[in-house]
């Protein structure tokens, strides 16, 4: 079964700013934490497999547009055997409304049979049998391990890859080298919650189009050249 690729979209590098001095990206990501000091996702699930899916339908697609799809789904399907059994067919018309949905009807069909075959229906903890499922990339990957193994993994999506590139954190050209840029320099304390800091910053203030740096509670660490200071009038 063929897999989509939607784990780091096609993410062109913006602008890349000077390269934090490390006390410098310790103190950035200590500023974000302090006003968010227990950070989760937004997606919403009730287990390793609820997470599983969620992440892999959220690819390039918001999580308030999965979060109004997987209620009936996970409802209609709450098991690996159950959501083999509905098939393709049968998960598409619950998710029709985001992204790629024939594409992650066929994947999510398929990770939850080979859930069932491979792993007696468990999600499994490691990487390599993660990305081994339909659908699941690295970024997917490093979410679940995260979220649902509370490992400290750094899952780069598209915010993440611009905040790393414009305040200058981890300046990288692809997803993966931001990836390692942000492993490396980030405190281990602070790993396991990083991306999420660095996702929700991303999604609410460090915009893509229109960055609120006048709410950046990071500003004072951030080496973007074009900082907006004042909203719009």
Known sequence: MPKAKPDHGSARAPRRARLMARDQAEAFLRALAQGNPAPETELFYQDHFSLLVAVVLSAQTTDAAVNKCTPGLF?????????????????????????LWQAKARN???????????????????????????????????????????QDTMAVD????RLGNRTGLAPGKTPRAVEEGLVKRCPPELLRDAHHWLILHGRYIC???????????????????????APPL
């Open 207 to 229: 915009k893509a189009r229109a960055p609120e740096c006048w709410r950046c509670p990071a500003r004072g660490f951030c080496n973007y050249r074009d900082k907006v200071l």
């Open 75 to 99: 409802k209609a399907a709450p098991t690996p055997a159950a959501m083999a059994a509905l098939g393709a067919e049968g998960i598409g018309p619950f998710i029709r409304r985001i992204g």
């Open 158 to 161: 598209t915010h993440i890859f």
């Open 108 to 150: 999510v069909s398929a990770l939850a049979a080979q859930l069932v075959e491979r792993h007696g229906g468990e999600v499994p903890g490691d990487r390599v049998a993660l990305e081994a499922l339909p659908g699941v990339g690295r970024k997917t990957a490093n979410v679940v391990l995260n979220v649902a193994f509370g």
